[in-house]
């Protein structure tokens, strides 16, 4: 059985390609740096993540981004031995258009192709393919033409800023577009129509998209035509997948569909949902993926398994489960040590592709340094190391060795969504209290970013910070010794803040909630902070 979300915590937007026995799931990073998340399995149950593709300075530097720019919505995509990712690098997002908002919409925003011969890379310099839209995405037909699909932003006033779905041709020989973009389908009445998908079955060209925007009315549109270039026809009996009016589903928010077939012929779609915290309508682990069998009706249009449309929480599987050796499987509990070389696979940081000056495995070995860099609302050097939250209860410890001398020097445990919205327990120093842990938060709520001013002065040596998740509560504790009982701040911070739904919904609100290690050093001096390990320990509820 295929138990969803199938890649938790914040993976969305994803592309499934299969290869032989072989799957693969690309999502989005959007701000967070290396770029673009490839996961394998051939199973479909069991995910290991084997690639994040833009990783050198020729291929992406976000430094500068707005927070929910960056990279969105890759498409994998695989011919003649060579894997093609086509993705959109996000510059300027500006207000969005909720409630049918018209006016003068300017975004910047370009598609551009990698390519690699093996999934783990090296990938290419990108090829710059467009600029006039986002959700890029490759269709390789079988006459062995190539076409570029995304969705066409159209900034004007008094005008539907979605588009509709462009199409041109693509030459794999010439490496650059060929021919006229053609507007090839408009979409529904729900709007937001992105995310394209194309495909060829029976004789037909189907066309996924996604619509109703990413939230709570988000679904998956199809529409087919005898023609690549159209007309196409909207499948009648509405959406093949949505949680849209299911206020019950364990799973919303479902839509941005890909289709893969399976081994035995069969099919599946792969999209993006999200789990609400019980009892509210907040996501804080963001956009997460998940998988379940499709089948085609005797009409040629696809539906879900029961016909219901509805998300699976789980799933029938084509493939058989792979037997894990002993211990193989996802631990509860991830301890990292800092003993390699390279940073644990689980972590990244944000936008800069420079992380030599961000951190450091070698300069104390065993221990993650990280230099003192710009506060935590800073979009151009954060040094901020971080993994996503994958569970609704949680509990994140770290050992920290660090002597800050002014107050403008901090090191501690950060729960991120982005630069408004977090909560932060930290060392820090000044010339009354000495060196001490508190507490910040950042929350667009008017009355959650007040914490209780309290302060705990530190003894020398290293000290451990903990936070402990249950759903929307979240409390910071701290002990000088492994031999100590836990120290808790009196403060109960909200979880909720750090969700998708929290704060103003015209702005990008697209990824989700990490937890990890930062460090600031405002006086320009670059102090460091060293940090002996790491555990989250994730809880199943």
Known sequence: MIHNPVLKGFNPD????RVGEDYYIATSTFEWFPGIQIHHSRDLVHWRLVSRPLRRPSQL????????????????TYKD??????????????????????????????????TSSSIEGEWSDPILLNSSGFDPSLFHDDDGKTYLLNMLWDHRPERRHFGGIILQEYSLAEKRLIGERRLIYTGTDLGFTEGPHL???????????AEGGTGWDHAVTMARSRRIYGPYETCPTGPILTSRGRPDCALQRA????????????????????????????????????????RWRADGWLETIDGE???????????????????????????QDFDAADLPGDFQWLRSPCPDRLFSLSERPGFLRLYGRESLGS?????????RQQDFCFDATTMLDYEPRNFQQSAGLVVYYNASKYHYCYVTYDVAAGRHLRLMSSSPDPEGGSVAPSLHPL??????????????RLRFGFRQGADEGWTWFDSTMDMSHLSDEAGPQDLPNFTGTFVGMACQDMSGEGLAADFDWFCYHGETV
Do not use: K
Request: charged fraction near 20%.
């Open 199 to 209: 495909l060829r079955h029976d004789d037909w060209y189907y066309l996924i998209v």
């Open 309 to 335: 449309g509805a998300p699976d929480l789980v799933a029938q599987n084509p493939e058989a489960e792979a037997e894990l050796e002993a211990g193989a499987a996802c631990p509860e509990i991830i301890r």
């Open 14 to 17: 994803p592309s499934i390609v």
């Open 255 to 294: 839509g941005h569909g890909d289709l893969v077939q399976a081994s035995d012929g069969s099919w599946l779609i792969a999209y993006l949902c999200g789990r609400p915290l019980p009892g509210q309508r907040h996501c804080v682990m963001g956009r997460e993926t998940a998988i379940q069998p499709v």
């Open 459 to 472: 003894t020398e040596g290293p000290v451990e910070i903990r936070a402990s998740v249950e759903f929307d």
């Open 61 to 76: 530097n976000l430094r500068g981004v707005p927070d929910g720019c960056g990279i969105w919505a890759a498409c994998l």
């Open 81 to 114: 031995g060579l894997f093609h990712l086509v993705y959109s690098v996000v510059l300027r997002y500006g207000r969005t258009t909720v409630r049918g908002a018209n006016e003068l919409a300017l975004r910047d925003f370009h598609n551009c192709l990698v």
């Open 379 to 387: 979009r151009f050097e954060q040094a901020l190391v971080a993994r």
